[in-house]
Every structure is written in structure tokens, then in C-alpha cells.
């Protein structure tokens, strides 16, 4: 049976239901493969090109096994997503960021884990115009320090509220803003939450994939 393989960053930090590396959170069949040393701020912050082999050899992988299409636990590898698809012979889809171009009429903003590493390389990378209004969540709360440092508890209450802010701020910065986008991977379980509180559309890479998959399948 085909399924979806998820090319996971090496981390330790819990994976609520609904977050890319939980595999309850999918609607179809799916295989994780961590890509050994892709650290949070390799991939994040320091966007080491040395993780593109690594990345390409683990999507083969999945791939021979049976995957029809591959995802990632990172929308900051949006910035490999041409080398990333070129170089696999299924469908990649790295980041809820590919929704940027599809939803540009729609005025779309970001919130992101890291609002300083979210710039316009990466956006472009994604087929985005680099002016898309972003927000990062708080630098110094205790999500951006479990996410990019790496640590082994998670606060899901605090989480929600801490993306919840983001987006409220994102969305008073930028009134025009008629849909959200969250970057981060591990942000889809606040998905509900944001959309009460901005009273907007919000998608995430689980909305990709899940609208992405189900158009491959419907391919004669």
C-alpha cells in the first residue's frame, strides 16, 4: 500500500496528535524516517546545505520502500525544495509554506518559530513574494526554547497560547491578512485555536498534505 513518507528532523521534544511526527495525525497511511543531525539549528537557523544529501538520501529510502509522496517535519526546508524535489521521484512537499503562492490572492501571512530566520530566501524558495507579512512567535517563550533548543517538555496549554499571540499580533500588524499560514510543523494542533482567535482561515502543513495527497490520489 503507497504512503506518505514524513523526513523527520533528529529531535527529542513530544509530538502532540496532530503535529507532523505523530502518526495519528494523518488520514493516510504514513512512514517517519529521521534524517540523523538535522538539528533544529542546523535546519533553522544556520540552514546548512551540508543536510541536503542526507535529506535526499532518506527520501529515496522511503521511497523504495513505497512512499508516493514525502513531507517534512520542518517548514524551513522550504528553502531545499527545488534541489529536494529534482533529485526524488515522488512528489515533495517541504512546508506548509507551498500554500504561500496557491493562497496569495487570499492575502496570506506567516507565523513562524523564528521570525528572524523567516526571510526572503527562504519565502522565495517557497514561490512566495518576499514581502509576505511574517510573525515569529516570542523568541524567549518557552515553545521557541523546546522547538529550536531541542527540549524534552511541552507545555501544550502555554504552547497554544504563545502561537495564539503570534497570530493576534500578526493579524493587528497586518489587517489585510485574510489567511494564516503557520510555518512551524509542530503548530497544526493550534490550528483551531488560531482561527477562533483571528476569526480567518489558517492552514499548515497538515492541510497541505492531506489537500495534496488526496488530489494525487484522484489522478486517473
Given at each position: 500500500m503507497a504512503f506518505l513518507g514524513v523526513l523527520m528532523l533528529q529531535t527529542r521534544f513530544p509530538r502532540l496528535p496532530g503535529d507532523v511526527g505523530h502518526a495519528g495525525s494523518f488520514a493516510m497511511p504514513v512512514r517517519h524516517r529521521v534524517v540523523a543531525?538535522?538539528?533544529?539549528?542546523?535546519?533553522?537557523?544556520?540552514?546548512?546545505?551540508?543536510?541536503?544529501?542526507?535529506?535526499i538520501a532518506a527520501g529515496r529510502a522511503l521511497v523504495a520502500e513505497g512512499a508516493a509522496a514525502l513531507t517534512t517535519s520542518c517548514g524551513f526546508l522550504a528553502r531545499w525544495q527545488a534541489e529536494l524535489q529534482a533529485a526524488l521521484p515522488v512528489?515533495?512537499?517541504?512546508?506548509?509554506?507551498?500554500?504561500?503562492?496557491?493562497l496569495a490572492a487570499q492575502r496570506p501571512g506567516v507565523v513562524t518559530v523564528?521570525?528572524?530566520a523567516l526571510?526572503?530566501?527562504?519565502l522565495r524558495a517557497a514561490g512566495a513574494a518576499p514581502g509576505v507579512p511574517v510573525q515569529g512567535i516570542h523568541p524567549g517563550s518557552a515553545l521557541a526554547r523546546?522547538?529550536?533548543?531541542d527540549l524534552p517538555q511541552l507545555d501544550a496549554v502555554a504552547a497554544e497560547a504563545?502561537?495564539?499571540?503570534?497570530?493576534?499580533?500578526?493579524?493587528?500588524?497586518?489587517?489585510?491578512?485574510?489567511?494564516v499560514v503557520l510555518e512551524c510543523t509542530n503548530m497544526p494542533p493550534y490550528r483551531d485555536a488560531v482561527a477562533r482567535a483571528c476569526g480567518r482561515p489558517v492552514h499548515d502543513v497538515m492541510?497541505?498534505?492531506?489537500?495534496?495527497?488526496a488530489a494525487l490520489a484522484?489522478?486517473?
Amino acid at each position: 500500500m503507497a504512503f506518505l513518507g514524513v523526513l523527520m528532523l533528529q529531535t527529542r521534544f513530544p509530538r502532540l496528535p496532530g503535529d507532523v511526527g505523530h502518526a495519528g495525525s494523518f488520514a493516510m497511511p504514513v512512514r517517519h524516517r529521521v534524517v540523523a543531525g538535522a538539528t533544529p539549528q542546523r535546519v533553522v537557523r544556520d540552514g546548512d546545505p551540508a543536510l541536503i544529501a542526507p535529506f535526499i538520501a532518506a527520501g529515496r529510502a522511503l521511497v523504495a520502500e513505497g512512499a508516493a509522496a514525502l513531507t517534512t517535519s520542518c517548514g524551513f526546508l522550504a528553502r531545499w525544495q527545488a534541489e529536494l524535489q529534482a533529485a526524488l521521484p515522488v512528489p515533495v512537499w517541504t512546508s506548509a509554506l507551498l500554500w504561500l503562492p496557491v493562497l496569495a490572492a487570499q492575502r496570506p501571512g506567516v507565523v513562524t518559530v523564528d521570525g528572524a530566520a523567516l526571510g526572503a530566501t527562504v519565502l522565495r524558495a517557497a514561490g512566495a513574494a518576499p514581502g509576505v507579512p511574517v510573525q515569529g512567535i516570542h523568541p524567549g517563550s518557552a515553545l521557541a526554547r523546546t522547538l529550536l533548543d531541542d527540549l524534552p517538555q511541552l507545555d501544550a496549554v502555554a504552547a497554544e497560547a504563545t502561537v495564539v499571540d503570534a497570530a493576534r499580533a500578526l493579524c493587528a500588524a497586518w489587517p489585510a491578512t485574510g489567511v494564516v499560514v503557520l510555518e512551524c510543523t509542530n503548530m497544526p494542533p493550534y490550528r483551531d485555536a488560531v482561527a477562533r482567535a483571528c476569526g480567518r482561515p489558517v492552514h499548515d502543513v497538515m492541510t497541505l498534505v492531506h489537500a495534496r495527497w488526496a488530489a494525487l490520489a484522484a489522478r486517473p
